[in-house]
């Protein structure tokens, strides 16, 4: 993916951060482009659902309730 500030190619990166969902706090391993040049990070659609899911996964797995 190209940056829309210099126009050259970005990198992506994963990194660890912690995301609060309904009041809780969750770990994830974020994904997202960085720009190099102007120290700007970027997401797409594709990579949102990526980090937004695994919020969801982990709030589900910690209020699943036994049938």
């Known amino acids: 993916m190209k940056s829309?500030?210099?126009?050259?190619e970005m990198v992506l990166v994963k990194e660890k951060r912690?995301?609060?969902f309904r009041?809780?706090?969750f770990e994830?391993?974020?994904h997202?482009?960085?720009?190099m040049?102007?120290?700007?990070?970027?997401t797409t659609t594709q990579l949102d659902d990526l980090n937004?899911?695994?919020?969801y996964n982990q709030y589900w797995a910690n209020h699943q309730t036994s049938n």
């Open 52 to 55: 937004i899911n695994q919020l």
């Open 18 to 20: 912690t995301l609060s």
């Open 37 to 42: 040049d102007s120290g700007e990070s970027f």
């Open 23 to 25: 009041k809780e706090e």
């Open 4 to 8: 829309p500030i210099t126009g050259k």
């Open 32 to 35: 997202c482009y960085k720009c």
């Open 28 to 30: 994830i391993v974020y």
